[in-house]
């Protein structure tokens, strides 16, 4: 014990001089590549790129690969059609809870914690995971994430966050659960804070995507700009709202390698498992605590009470209150029941700007819960001022408009 | 990791940031390994299992860090975890093309006089940027053993978990003056069956 | 030598003009110049944001960069920029040829078998191609003369005075 600072920078540089040789050193293609993806010039566009790439890899291999060419065909045509034959009694209180509507057609909107909730898992929530955490993976052992970082830096310092807070915002778009964990990389309680929020609130998860491609793909570009803004704004305002520092960090910005295919694996593996041990039994109880609700008739006292406010404050039917209690555990049903509902397409839009920004699906809730009840007490208030101010305001805009 | 057995010793890898230390790591222990929660922090660290020539080395993968003044989280993490285990090994494990960084972490865990042992990782990058360490001399001076690898192809990692049974404790005032070129007397380690690891026994 | 580096320059500059032509086009094609626009193996569908619109930015951002990266390309930070502005074209091209491959592996929605068959897969791969497709050969070219070629002779790595490599 006992050495300063310079005694041992001496002692290094005594140990250096005897042991390290250097020779003339070559810049390689690969360090200027290096460079140039962290220049914003021509950064920028690279990360659009790289996003790009992402995005699109994860559509072809999770959507027309797995889900729609094999795991729809799978459920829909065996798996359905036995349980529906199978299970005895098709009126039964189980019959409802575990397969759902007898005469559904598609595992899709039969509601039923086994064919729903199990199809929702496996079939589309288990291969959306697997892809988007190889590529995460990919990323982040290729050295480019750090990259991307340095490169966010200076903007995400404006809103309270930094640089490395992109890897929570790039995970919350596939779920909220592990981009809630990875929050876990931000240095204080506020920057956290205010990540978590910011993902609860303006990062649709892939469910939420998909319901507003199902619901209104034509405006699904407007619908995500504003979150965008949205992110933005709040961001901003939160980090002048809540007090806490936000520290600089050292980003090291390793070379550009290959990644090793081992490490690959066991992080892939790693990770799947806690996705699934974490997120799975949730999305299983959630289908069946919402059927729980709506056979006692929870679910329909909810929109009465809830009815007037929904009606005069966001000007949208009192039908939908029902999908929008729902989705708090289930985003998919409040897909699939919105869509049924007779409404403007102004209202449509409202009611999906809703679901979206409204509150997360209760496995966030929980990982939320994990990392601390202030924070996500915090959270919910945040969250409803978010979610009366906007709502309000898209009805406002409506009314102004005309088409309200 | 509390109530360790007669025969399990822990080893904590300490390096900087982007060393390899994982990949290092996944490379030393098997299938087996457990991502944690670092108790009222928000770090995770990783702990496995090496299990070589009949000894039972608990391995955990400590945060990176540049010193042991913490700066951050994670340096926090990474010092409390040194304050823990006051009977383990330290597995420190050098970038070989940034040594300097990762020496002066290294000198800093020596001052603790916990026993040690140095893993000089990324050899092949740094023959790429045309850089040469000397693992051998690097080993003389420190006192303690060093191994060049390069996790990323496994090479010198078996090297490694065949040497750390011979880690020891660094003697900061034995390095000053073997670099001040003083030879001192080269007493055999006790214990030390000749086997030309440590450097000691010369 | 210099003759050779003229004549690579003038294929880059060629090439990075014909990308930046494409990736306007497909921005123009899906913001509604021309509703799908095709001629002989090459096809602008442009009927999604996604693909046309953002992908076109990048495939225009490739020509952008192939071409900025157009003067002395024997400097080492000019190539490596001509090089990103290929691996731009890749990206779109790879994704391009990836979806063609998820799509074509299953059987339609309404075969009963679950594999496609052999014939039914290659069809997948048929022309019409988007435009990043056809960019590719020629950007490979160009990623392989780049990386064949030395930029300056460097010492081998001075080991020899440490005798005790592992």
């Not at chain 1, 999906?352 to 496995?363: D, E, H, N, Q």
């Not at chain 2, 025969?7 to 222990?29: D, E, H």
């Not at chain 2, 893993?119 to 060093?146: E, F, S, W, Y």
């Not at chain 3, 500059?13 to 123009?28: E, V």
């Amino acid at each position: 014990m006992g050495l300063t600072a310079d005694e041992r920078w001496d002692i290094i540089d005594a140990i250096t001089q005897r042991t390290v040789g250097t020779g003339t050193y070559r810049r390689t293609l690969g360090d200027a590549l290096g460079d140039l993806t962290i220049q914003p010039l021509t950064g920028i566009p690279v990360a659009l790129g790289v996003l790009y790439a992402f995005w699109s890899i994860f559509g072809s291999f999770a959507g027309s690969l797995v889900t729609d060419g094999f795991m729809v065909k799978l459920f829909d045509s065996s798996w359905l059609p036995w349980l529906q034959a199978a299970w005895p009694n098709p009126d039964s209180i189980l019959y409802y809870l575990f397969v759902g509507d007898p005469a559904a057609d598609n595992c899709f909107e039969a509601f039923g914690a086994l064919t729903s909730g199990l199809f929702v898992a496996i079939g589309v929530v288990l291969p959306a995971v697997l892809i988007f955490y190889l590529m995460m993976t990919v990323l982040e052992d290729s050295g480019y994430l750090p990259r991307l970082a340095v490169l966010m830096d200076t903007v995400l310092h404006k809103i309270g966050l930094h640089g490395y807070a992109i890897v929570p915002a790039i995970l919350g778009l596939g779920c909220n659960v592990p981009a809630v964990t990875a929050t876990r990389i931000l240095e204080t309680r506020k920057q956290r804070f205010i990540m978590m929020s910011l993902l609860a609130i303006f990062i649709p998860c892939g469910a939420q995507l998909g319901v507003m491609l199902e619901v209104i793909p034509e405006t699904v570009g407007l619908v995500m700009l504003y979150l965008i803004i949205g992110f933005g704004i709040f961001g901003f305002v939160l980090d002048r709202l809540i007090p806490g520092s936000n520290p600089e960090i050292l980003i090291d910005v390793p070379p550009y390698r290959w990644p090793a295919w081992e490490n690959v694996t066991r992080k892939l593996w790693s990770r799947t498992k806690g996705f699934l041990k974490e997120a799975v039994p949730f999305v299983l109880l959630g289908v069946l605590i919402v059927n729980v609700l709506y056979l006692t008739g929870v679910i329909a006292a909810l929109a009465d009470l809830f009815a007037p406010l929904f009606v005069t404050w966001f000007g949208v039917p009192k039908e939908t209150v029902g999908p929008l209690v729902a989705g708090f555990l289930r985003k998919d049903l409040a897909v699939a029941q919105l869509s049924t509902i007779a409404m403007t397409p102004y209202q449509m839009i409202t009611s999906v700007v809703l679901v979206s920004i409204y509150f997360p699906c209760v496995a966030t809730f929980v990982v939320m819960l994990r990392e601390g009840w202030r924070e996500l007490l915090a959270a919910i208030a945040v969250l409803i001022a978010v979610v009366f101010i906007y709502g309000g305001l898209i009805h406002a805009i409506g009314i102004l408009m005309g088409v309200a | 990791m509390k109530e360790q057995s007669n025969n399990t010793t822990t080893i904590l890898m300490v390096g900087n940031p982007n060393v390899g230390k994982s990949a290092l790591f996944n490379r030393l222990t098997g299938a087996n390994a457990v991502v944690s929660n670092y108790p009222g922090t928000t770090v995770d660290y990783t702990a496995g299992t090496l299990i070589e020539d009949h000894r039972t080395y608990e391995i955990i993968d400590v945060p990176g860090t540049y010193s042991l003044k913490p700066r951050d989280a994670a340096e926090m993490v990474a010092v409390r975890m040194l304050d823990e285990h006051r009977d383990a090994t330290v597995l420190v494990v050098l970038d070989a093309t940034k040594i300097e960084r990762g020496l002066y972490l290294a000198l800093e865990v020596f001052e603790r006089g916990i026993p040690c042992i140095v893993a000089l990782n990324m050899t092949d990058a740094a023959h790429d940027k045309q850089i040469a360490v000397d693992a051998a001399g690097l080993q003389r001076i420190l006192g303690v053993p060093v191994i060049a690898t390069t996790a990323i192809s496994g090479e010198g990692v078996k090297h490694l978990a065949d040497m750390i049974r011979k880690a020891q404790a660094a003697d900061i005032s034995a390095i000053r003056s073997r670099l001040n070129g003083q030879e001192q007397n080269r007493r055999s380690m006790a214990g030390c069956g000749g086997c030309s690891g440590c450097g000691g026994c010369r | 030598m210099n003759k050779n580096v003229s004549v690579f320059s003038l294929f880059i500059g060629l090439l990075g003009l014909a990308t930046l032509a494409s990736g306007l086009a497909d921005i123009l094609v899906w913001a509604g110049a021309d509703p799908g626009f095709s001629i002989g193996i090459l096809e602008i569908a442009g009927d999604d944001f996604f693909r046309w619109a953002w992908g076109g930015a990048i495939v225009a951002f490739g020509g952008l960069f192939m071409l900025a990266g157009l003067k002395n390309t024997d400097d080492l930070q000019q190539s490596a920029t001509v090089l990103l502005g290929a691996a731009m074209v890749w990206i779109i091209a790879g994704t391009d040829i990836f979806a063609r491959f998820c799509e074509s592996v299953p059987a339609g929605e309404e075969a009963p078998e679950f594999f496609n068959s052999l014939s039914g897969f290659l069809a997948g791969f048929a022309p019409p191609y988007p435009p990043a497709i056809l960019l590719l050969p020629f950007t490979l070219v160009v990623a392989y003369v780049l990386f064949t070629r030395r930029f300056d002779e460097a010492e081998p790595p001075s080991t020899a005075d440490f005798p005790n490599r592992l």
